[in-house]
Nanobody, 120 residues
Framework: QVQLVESGGGLVQPGGSLRLSCAAA????????MGWYRQAPGKQRERVAI???????NYADSVEGRFTISRDNAKNTVYLQMSSLKFEDTAEYYC??????????????WGQGTQVTVSS
């Protein structure tokens, strides 16, 4: 199993910045990709950003140019630097990892979520 522990959410004013972190722990053989999804009240969960073990990243159109995803492979940790935050960025943010455990199967794992609220 893989445990994902998120941190860094909170309340921020429009135009402000926040940095989310997510550390993966467990009997991890390899993490192919890590990233962030979010879900606002009454809406479906959507992908925010994903980064591969090789460093290739992909962003949702709504956050392109404002958010930056990065990864420390040695620490099995992924970060999301969020800048120029907007009201519509308010959501529960979930960490995601596509990982191989104990040289066995590769599965998707999710964190418990961290709330980001953009409000004046």
């Amino acid at each position: 199993q893989v445990q994902l522990v998120e941190s860094g959410g909170g309340l921020v004013q429009p135009g402000g910045s926040l940095r989310l972190s997510c550390a993966a722990a467990g009997s991890i053989t390899n993490i192919l990709s890590m990233g962030w999804y979010r879900q606002a009240p009454g809406k479906q969960r959507e992908r925010v950003a994903i980064i591969t073990s090789g460093g290739r990243s992909n962003y949702a159109d709504s956050v392109e140019g404002r958010f930056t995803i990065s990864r420390d492979n040695a620490k099995n940790t992924v970060y999301l630097q969020m800048s120029s935050l907007k009201f519509e960025d308010t959501a529960e943010y979930y960490c995601y990892a596509f990982a191989t455990v104990n040289w066995g199967n590769t599965n998707a794992y999710w964190g418990q979520g961290t709330q980001v609220t953009v409000s004046s």
